[in-house]
């Protein structure tokens, strides 16, 4: 189809190759949890798990402080632990609040999952180690240009510019 990619946007994306780049990580992760038969276990769980294991249990709003997360986000993403058997919600201090906390299953492994977590870390600092300019670093510079000039009235600079928008 000639002129498709004229007409979708989303044929364009510069940081695509980055989420793509994370999803394969992840799924290299994911291999080494399945190779020692951690099942239904997803990347993406980790710090929460790790987090309830050095912390105690938490509320939802409390975790979600502690990991940099919405509130919303992280109570789809303990709703699906739950579900996967990693963590259950139990009485707070009072009757009207529930905590999050780690199920046998959970403890089980949690040994396991710092450790994965340190080898993580170590591999993608060998990583950085061979690239001319590291992602942490990249990041880093990001965040400053940000704080120069936010993303929001980036957009909006660009948008005033294109007459669709208008």
Excluded: N
């Excluded at 946007?9 to 999803?23: D, I, N």
């Excluded at 997803?42 to 938490?58: D, I, N, Q, T, W």
């Excluded at 993303?151 to 510019?161: N, T």
């Amino acid at each position: 189809m000639a002129g498709t990619h004229a007409l979708d946007p989303t044929q364009q994306s510069l940081w695509r190759p980055l989420r793509l780049l994370q999803a394969s990580i992840d799924a290299d992760i994911a291999q080494i949890y399945s190779e020692q038969q951690i099942d239904g276990l997803k990347p993406s769980y980790v710090m929460e798990l790790l987090r309830l294991h050095a912390c105690g249990p938490m509320t939802i709003a409390e975790l979600a402080d502690s990991v940099q997360r919405t509130h919303s986000a992280l109570s789809q993403k303990v709703a699906a632990m739950r579900k996967a058997g990693w963590v259950q919600t139990v009485v707070g201090d009072d009757a009207r609040t529930r905590k999050v906390t780690l199920t046998d299953k959970a403890r089980r492994v949690v040994g396991r999952l710092a450790a994965e977590w340190r080898a993580t870390e170590a591999a993608l600092a060998d990583l950085e180690a061979e690239i001319p300019y590291p992602l942490s670093q990249v990041v880093t510079d990001i965040e400053r240009a940000l704080e120069r000039k936010s993303f929001h009235d980036r957009i909006a600079e660009k948008l005033a510019e294109d007459p669709a928008w208008g």
